[in-house]
């Protein structure tokens, strides 16, 4: 057995059902249509693909007989990955997304002859949170397209920025034409006004049938295009059959023939199971390479009335009593009610996987941080993060897990805010790493999310940050209306009683744009600080490019052992 390291993580396979699900029963509950992501081909051919479903590029379509568990494996067209599959139905065919990274189209599989088939060249207009396509009668599919070469805001999201910045740059350089863009406030878009015209494809006819007016759509057509949004990312539901690993997710039945599948991200393998009233098959095993790896052991550690206080996660050759070098993983909102799940596991196929910070000698600490504050209230952040952390802090002091001066606070995003408020507020930590952090909400409010800089409109919700702040920030408005506010949740106003050594680790494309690290890095050298802080151009709020998440953890590894030695170990 060995210890886990980052190029363990980067091939784990996925199932994540954004634009709908990677798994369809057949009508009549003989085959298993499913699209597996990631894999070794998601290392080799790295490229981004769609926001929210990151992998796709590398997806697999299997057609698994739920009789003898055979998988039949699709030969795709070159270089497309294909998936969120949706039978028919009469079973004959299967309705597919189709992608290059490129563009996002609408294919077509002849369950009989195998035939795979482009529908149209133009883009689906996809929607993380709604299905893509609907069978509304015999041989006619229904789904959404885009104008002859507009792209999807999931596919456009990784294009735009790069390619608009080229493009004033050349223009700037060229001297021939302004390189300039124009905004006022008449310029928002809702993302509404972007939904696609409603297609309908006859299969019989081989012919593409478009409704502009969705006013006078009707019947099932009517149904489609007003389906409901969803969850974000549909991870499935939780599974209730004891039968099954306690991790496992039901992510298709079919009702009639009583028949249900489900995926479990367990510690030595994913695996995909059917059941029904009988038995519990395994039709499906992938990441088998986990089986070689020894996992960390978790705990929560509770008040003495029973409150959850922090979750631990223990490297694999902990000595009981040994108090341990330790980070702790600060994410506001977090409720420890499901520590023992996927996120805390061997098997957590994302950047913040925290079993690679317990396999290299540390233990991990989660706190429970419940920002759960009622809508127009106006809460201590400050008071309740650090009271948080305070009593996560002595709870794993005084149970001899955690090394008391050497915990260091990590944390992303809204959680790289909480590690800079940490650091301000308190003396606990012997250094903080914070990733995407906010420094500065008076600056964060009114900044542009990098995708949307050069554009000449703005989408609601997605170029501007000012409804997130008040929003999810819990600010009243802007900075203005509570300046004190903003003063007092902005670590960079406390700057100068941070004495712990920062990391400041941030990607260009960030939804927190990089000036937020920029100032707080500014400030701590102006008052003679210990701070590093290091950029990755192209990449986005989650490390995407293999070379990246290699780069970062083997950066934040280096910085906890010169720190708090524990012996650097194997990263990658």
Known sequence: MRTLTVDDIIPLHTFTGSYGSQFDISPDGRILAHS?????????????CLAGLEGAHSARLGLTDLADGTTTWIEAPEGIALFSPKWSPDGLHLALIGTDGAFVSPYLLDATTGEITRITQRNLALDIR????????????????????????????????????????????????????????????????????????????????????RALLRGALRAFADRQKQCLLQVGEKCTDERLPFVARTFAKNEEH????????????????????????????????????????????????GT????????????????????????????????????????????????LIAAQGYAVLVPMIPFDFEPGSSPDLVGTLVSAATAAHDAAVSHGIAEAGQIHAFGALKGGWAVQTLLAETDLFRSGISIGGISNYTSYYGQFVPHFRHEDSLKERTGLNFELVEKWHHFSGPPSADPAAYIRRSPIFSADRIQAP???????YSSVPMAQSEEMFTTLCRLGKEVEFVRYWGDDNVFLSP??????????????????????????
């Open 36 to 48: 597996l992501h990631g894999g070794e081909s998601r290392t080799a051919h790295h490229r981004y």
């Open 502 to 508: 920062l990391m400041l680790l941030h990607c260009e």
């Open 258 to 305: 009583g028949i249900a599948i489900h995926a479990a991200r367990e510690d030595d393998a994913t695996r995909v199971y059917a059941s029904n009233a009988d038995e519990v098959t395994v039709l499906l095993e992938v990441d088998t390479h986990l089986a070689e790896v020894t996992p960390g052991a978790r705990t929560v550690i509770s008040s003495p009335s």
């Open 308 to 355: 959850p206080l922090v979750g631990c996660i223990l490297p694999p050759d902990a000595e009981p009593g040994q108090p341990l070098p330790a980070v702790m993983w600060v994410d506001p909102n977090e409720r420890l009610t499901e520590f023992d799940g996927p996120a805390n596991r061997l098997n957590y196929p994302y950047f913040y996987n925290l079993q």
């Open 547 to 572: 070379a990246n998440v290699r780069d970062a953890w083997h950066r934040i590894f280096g910085w906890l052992n010169r720190l708090s030695p524990v012996g650097m170990r194997k990263v990658a």
């Open 130 to 213: 709604m299905e893509t396509f609907a069978w509304t009668g015999v041989g006619e599919l229904a789904f959404e397209l885009l104008q002859v070469n507009e792209r999807p805001y999931g596919l456009d999201l990784w294009y735009r920025g790069p390619e608009r910045a080229q493009q004033m740059w050349k223009r700037g350089w060229a001297g021939q034409e302004a390189s300039v863009s124009v905004l006022g406030s008449r310029h928002f878009e809702n993302l509404e006004s972007h939904r696609g015209r409603v297609v309908i494809f006859d299969l019989k006819k081989n012919r593409l049938r478009e409704h502009g007016n």
